[in-house]
């Protein structure tokens, strides 16, 4: 089976990168009075925060290299499993 790689939709790569690190500004604002009395840091809750978004820009990349025909036929089982 040939693979073909398409290149990704840039504008709401973008569109989702934006709104990720605005995500980030919100919680650092939202948060640093919380994190630092809790854990001493005013940063703590967005330092998680950026290492489960590294986490998942690594899945996402992953992603992008399989090939999406690959979810059709795993599609029913996983939806077995989630249930």
């Excluded at 994190?35 to 690594?58: M, P, R, T």
Aim: aromatic share 14%; proline share 2%; with cysteine.
């Amino acid at each position: 089976m040939k693979q073909h790689f398409h290149a990704p939709n840039y504008i709401l790569l973008f569109t989702i990168l934006g709104i990720v690190v605005f995500g980030f500004i919100m919680l650092s604002s939202a948060s640093s009075v919380t994190a630092f009395q809790e854990f001493n840091d005013s940063n703590a809750l967005v330092k998680k925060q950026i290492v489960s978004g590294i986490i998942g820009l690594l899945a996402l990349l992953v992603c992008l290299r399989l090939d999406y025909h690959i979810w059709k036929k795993i599609a029913f089982p996983l939806l077995m499993l989630s249930f």
